[in-house]
């Protein structure tokens, strides 16, 4: 059997995004041990620039082990116990992954359901709080990545907390993508992933918790379900302070790809990274439209790192897409839940996005829809 090689593609879709040569090589740098002490120095760096990336100085902000999935529910097993009542907004696929998250750690999800492709509407959540004073923590997802819309999470944290409510903010597509500011809006807790918008390998997700959020999670009544999860227990490794002990092995050469990302998105600068964003998103947007076809989301709540097209009628999405793979090296992606068939989700996060790919792109799609 031969070594593998992986194909070149242009990653266009909703992650992963391409991740940079200079990523690449820190990644294949050599092995040392988690609890070496340049190890903990480099651990203690990788703190302070995703304190950067996420605008917070929350001291509990670290990459956890494992997926935007596992930061998913790292956040919610810890902040829920059993008998909670949760309310989880949803306007696509991953506010409903929320949900499910909610129920198995013996919640009681309270949803406040939106039209796929729109923006939470923060009345509506208003209107769910005044009928549930009960509720303690509200969860929503800054950019919901299966339909490309942007909710506006200042405001339904205001919200949320008038109702004496903690919030759980899903930033897994927004962190280096798009504003983002925790400390700023009071955010109690967030995770992300490394794939998106930071152009790393996936596998790891930034997460942060502030006093009001960790307080929380020391007065639990009962213990954490997940032994792995527990946030008391793998602050052993991560928290601060002189002494660093075992909880698991991380995952060492992850975490040097990851500090080589976040390296250099400080050196581009955060702001400057938002507006890169927002500069292709709009050349995208607007090539698409003079092919002739329409952006899904309005305007006004799009998302600049993942624009979604809708299919028009007699077209074959899946068709279009695998002539893009095969014939331009190029990946998007399809529609999902009550989207499939009905859009195509074309990334321009961290790495990939520039003026170059969106030109590539283009002219590639413009083949396929002929050629489809
Ligand atoms: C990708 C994504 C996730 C899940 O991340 P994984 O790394 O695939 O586990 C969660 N939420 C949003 C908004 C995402 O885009």
């Given at each position: ?34 609890l ?9 760096e ?24 596992a ?13 909670d ?23 009681t ?31 929503f ?22 109702y ?29 992933g ?55 092995t ?8 990851l ?39 309005k305007?006004?709540?799009?998302l600049?790192?993942?624009?979604t097209?809708t ?25 999902l ?30 083949d ?5």
């Amino acid at each position: 059997m031969p070594t593998f090689n992986p194909p070149k593609r242009l990653l266009m879709g909703p992650g992963p995004s391409n991740v940079s040569p200079k990523v690449l090589e820190a990644l294949a740098l050599p092995t040392i041990g988690h609890l070496d002490p340049r190890f903990v120095e480099l651990m203690d760096e990788i703190k302070e620039l995703l304190q950067y990336a996420f605008q917070t100085n929350n001291e509990v902000t670290f990459p956890f082990s494992g997926p935007g999935s596992a930061g998913m529910e790292l956040c919610l097993i810890n902040l829920i116990e059993p008998g909670d009542k949760v309310v989880v907004c949803i306007n696509g696929v991953f506010g409903g992954r929320m949900k499910q998250i909610v129920e198995r750690c013996g919640g009681t999800p309270i949803v406040v359901e939106q039209d796929w492709g729109k923006a939470v509407d923060p009345e509506k959540l208003e209107e769910i709080l005044k009928q549930n004073q009960d509720v303690n923590l509200v969860a929503f997802v800054h950019a919901e990545t299966s339909t490309g819309a942007r909710s506006d999470i200042k405001t339904l944290t205001q919200i949320a907390h008038s109702y004496n409510c903690l919030v759980v903010a899903d930033t897994v597509t927004s962190l280096g993508g798009i504003e983002l500011k925790i400390d700023e809006w009071d955010i109690d807790a967030s995770y992300s992933g490394t794939q998106k918008c930071l152009s790393c390998p996936p596998g790891l997700s930034p997460v942060t918790f502030n006093q009001k959020a960790v307080d929380k999670i020391k007065n639990r009544k009962s213990s954490v379900q997940s032994w792995f999860m527990d946030i008391n227990l793998v602050l052993g490794y991560w928290g601060q302070g002189a002494k660093r002990t075992y909880h698991h092995t991380a995952p060492i050469n992850s975490l040097y790809g990851l500090h080589k990302a976040l390296l250099l998105l400080k050196e581009e600068g955060l702001e400057n990274a938002w507006e890169r964003h927002q500069k292709n998103s709009e050349l995208l947007c607007k090539g698409v439209e003079e092919l002739g076809l329409n952006i899904f989301v309005k305007e006004e709540e799009r998302l600049p790192e993942l624009v979604t097209v809708t299919v028009p009628n007699g077209i074959d999405e899946a068709k279009v897409r695998s002539y893009l793979l095969n014939e331009h090296n190029i990946e998007i992606g399809a529609g999902l839940g009550v989207l499939a068939g009905k859009i195509w989700r074309i990334g321009l996060m961290g790495y990939t996005s520039n003026e170059e790919n969106v030109k590539t792109f283009l002219s590639a799609f413009q083949d396929a829809l002929k050629n489809k």
